[in-house]
């Protein structure tokens, strides 16, 4: 929780917008504070490239930094990858529908046009081994891939352990409340904490 209040601490005090202001400001308006240059630094992912482009950025420009917290060995990690979203078949469906649901998701990954489709017209991660002939068209993604062929460890996300909407919810109220100056570290440790533990305890009990 140190290291997670030296990088808050570091957003809202080295940042174009007053800490006073951030629930006002949008997604949008990072994305524009960044491609106006009056930003240095935009935390995302490799799925913001076609907004950047799209407001203006030349995206051969673009370079992405692993978010350096202070915790042992983290130079040699790479970039955080991962996702919350799940291809998904409807059990419930004919099992001809279901079949037929498996042969396109199979198509979409092995076959030549499946593959340019989702890396050269959608610009997507493919961690499939099909993909190693059709390089993204999205910069940001061979960034990514660059970290992992020069031997650095790719943080894995924890969306599907976190316990709960609810959960980062309180979380999050507490990071505002603390960068208004309304409220205390200690909130922002409690709500998660001892909000991930209450909710553990829940479900396990």
Same mark, same amino acid.
């Given at each position: ?8 601490? !570091? ?9 006073? !202001? ?13 491609? !106006? ?21 030349? %995206? ?18 790479? !970039? ?102 309304? %409220? ?10 001892? %909000? ?10």
């Amino acid at each position: 929780m140190d290291n997670y209040k030296n990088i808050w601490d !570091l957003y809202i005090t080295d940042s174009v917008c007053a800490p006073t !202001l951030l629930s006002s400001k949008t997604g949008e308006d990072a994305t524009a504070d960044f491609a !106006l240059g009056d930003a240095v630094f935009y935390q995302n992912g490799t799925w913001a490239y076609n907004d950047l482009v799209d407001a203006g950025m030349d %995206g051969d420009s673009l370079g992405m930094l692993p978010i350096y917290i202070g915790a042992p060995g983290e130079e040699n990690q790479g !970039l955080c990858t991962g996702s919350e979203n799940y291809w998904c078949v409807n059990k419930n469906a004919s099992p001809e529908d279901i079949q037929a649901t498996l042969d396109f998701m199979n198509w979409v990954v092995t076959s030549e046009t499946g593959c340019k489709a989702l890396t050269e017209e959608m610009g997507f991660v493919c961690p499939f081994k099909a993909f190693d002939s059709y390089p993204a068209s999205n910069p940001l993604v061979n960034i990514a891939n660059d970290y992992v062929s020069n031997g650095k460890t790719s943080v894995a996300w924890t969306f599907t352990t976190m316990p709960s909407e609810n959960w980062k919810n309180n979380v999050g109220s507490a990071l505002l409340e603390y960068a208004q100056g309304t %409220g205390q570290w200690d909130a922002v440790v409690t709500a998660f904490v001892d %909000g991930w533990a209450e909710e553990y305890a829940a479900v396990n009990n």
